[in-house]
């Protein structure tokens, strides 16, 4: 049974940084593409960042240049280190596994983290 599990979210200020983690069990984590998706409420869950099996990355517009998305495939970990934290980056953050990016990014065959809640305040 494939798990995922998320921490280290929390209430930060503006221009502060936080890093979340999250750790899969259950599947073969290294040929998986990772990925963190939030959601704010009232609003559609959206993709932040991927990164394939082979260590290539991808941002959502708003967050290039202040979130970086790392793996540890050794320790089954995914990282996602936030910089520069604004108020619109409060929200609820997934973690998520895909057999591929381009299904990550259509959220088919995806399993889910159960979130990981983040406050910036201004």
Not at 3 to 12: I, N, Y
Not at 53 to 75: E, L, M, P
Request: glycine share 12%; hydrophobic share 30%; proline share 1%.
């Amino acid at each position: 049974q494939v798990q995922l599990v998320e921490s280290g979210g929390g209430s930060v200020q503006a221009g502060g940084s936080l890093r979340l983690s999250c750790t899969g069990f259950g599947y073969e984590h290294s040929t998986y593409c990772m990925g963190w998706f939030r959601q704010a409420p009232g609003k559609e869950r959206e993709g932040v960042a991927d990164i394939e099996s082979d260590g290539q990355t991808s941002y959502v517009d708003s967050v290039k240049g202040r979130f970086t998305i790392s793996r540890d495939n050794a320790k089954n970990t995914l990282y996602l280190q936030m910089n520069s934290l604004k108020s619109e980056d409060t929200a609820m953050y997934y973690c998520a596994a895909a057999w591929s990016c381009a299904a990550l990014s259509l959220r088919r065959g995806t399993y889910w983290g159960q979130g990981t809640q983040v406050t910036v305040s201004s």
